[in-house]
């Protein structure tokens, strides 16, 4: 089992930045594939950003592209999303999750609130 736990969100003015992390522990964090979600109010929680066990392919929902960098630290176990331009849009509860075997997401992080203000 990983125990995921997130950092990092808060209130920010359209178009400033934050950093989410989200620290990983209980397995070997270099096995695992790791994403960012989000989930706003009265919406369905979507997908963000993947990025691999080795850190050298990404991937965004269109939302994200050009605005967000997703990036792992192995030697530390954690994972970052770096969120750029924000949008009042992007206000939303961010959680991180792993994965074994790609986009079978095996664990969650409790979440962290990102609100924008326009």
């Known amino acids: 089992q990983v125990q995921l736990v997130e950092s990092g969100g808060g209130l920010v003015q359209a178009g400033g930045s934050l950093r989410l992390s989200c620290a990983a522990s209980?397995?070997?964090?270099?096995?695992?594939?790791m994403g960012w979600f989000r989930q706003a109010p009265g919406k369905e929680r979507e997908f963000v950003a993947r990025?691999?066990?080795?850190?050298?392919?990404?991937s965004y929902a269109d939302s994200a592209k050009g605005r967000f960098t997703i990036s792992r630290d192995n030697a530390k176990s954690t994972v970052y999303l770096q969120m750029d331009s924000l949008k009042p849009e992007d206000t939303a509860v961010y959680s991180c999750?792993?994965?074994?075997?790609?986009?079978?997401?095996?664990?969650w992080g409790q979440g962290t609130q990102v609100t924008v203000s326009s």
């Open positions: 990025v691999s066990r080795s850190g050298d392919s990404t």
């Open positions: 209980g397995r070997t964090f270099s096995f695992l594939s």
């Open positions: 999750a792993a994965a074994v075997v790609s986009n079978n997401w095996i664990s």
